[in-house]
């Protein structure tokens, strides 16, 4: 398994501002991943982290609105941009270590709202 | 693509009762199955997995048998907890669609009364 933080772990954030979530993990991994859980819902994968290159995102989701980095082998970041209340979810980021058998393992998770 | 229904919630028990989510799913080939449990205010914790047919996975009592013949995946308990209130999300990856692309259920929220 991984251990793995966020930060934060919750904001309340104007509409039009921007938030930056961190993840870091305790070990190298290459797949990183972020999603999105609205309101009483599931988790909707935003994108896979890739490190050295750009993210690849899910259907739905663009880099303008989510930018992604992933500099190193245990840290991403995600930005929200330009947010409005319906970006009002919980963030988490998830790793695979790569020798779990496709086992991924999530963060606390950042809980944003928007006003 | 693959999709997983899981059984609609909430689910009010007592505590010692005996636990059933039913999780089926549709994919391709063979798609490995988890069980995550969502605590209130907390991330996503991994409760079991099972990756071929016919594997029991296990973990806190919890139990959930990979069942090709009839694709599903049910989570069980025995005997539940007041701790055991949580929310519950059955998913799967791979069987035809990305290999780390986790689809999830809709989640099933459990709740137990002493």
């Known amino acids: 398994s991984a251990v793995i933080s966020q930060k934060p772990s919750r904001d309340i954030c104007q509409r039009g501002t921007s938030l930056t979530i961190q993840c870091q993990v305790d070990?190298?991994?290459?797949?990183m991943f972020w999603y999105r859980q609205q309101p009483g819902q599931s988790l909707t994968l935003i994108a896979t982290?890739?490190?050295?290159?750009?993210?690849?995102?899910e259907s739905g989701f663009v880099i303008d609105k989510f930018p992604i980095s992933r500099p190193n082998l245990t840290f991403s970041t995600l930005t929200v941009s330009n947010m409005s209340p319906e970006d009002s979810s919980i963030y988490l980021c998830?790793?695979?270590?790569?020798?779990?058998?496709?086992?991924?393992?999530f963060g606390p998770g950042t809980r944003l709202l928007v006003l | 693509g693959n999709s997983v229904t899981q059984m609609e919630g909430p689910v009010t028990l007592s505590e010692e009762a005996f636990l059933t989510i039913n999780c089926t799913y549709t994919a391709t080939g063979y798609p490995s199955l988890f069980w995550y449990v969502q605590y209130p205010g907390e991330g996503l914790q991994l409760l079991l997995k099972?990756?071929?047919?016919?594997d029991k996975g296990s973990n806190k009592g919890f139990e959930a048998t990979y069942r090709k013949e009839t694709t599903s995946f049910h989570l069980e308990k025995g005997s539940v907890q007041v701790s055991d209130s949580a929310v519950y999300f059955c998913a799967l990856t791979g069987g035809g669609g990305s290999n780390y692309k986790l689809t999830f259920g809709k989640g099933t929220l459990l709740t137990v009364n002493p």
């Open positions: 099972a990756t071929k047919a016919d």
């Open positions: 070990s190298q991994v290459t797949m």
């Open positions: 998830s790793v695979e270590p790569g020798q779990s058998g496709k086992t991924q393992y």
């Open positions: 982290a890739n490190q050295g290159s750009e993210a690849t995102y």
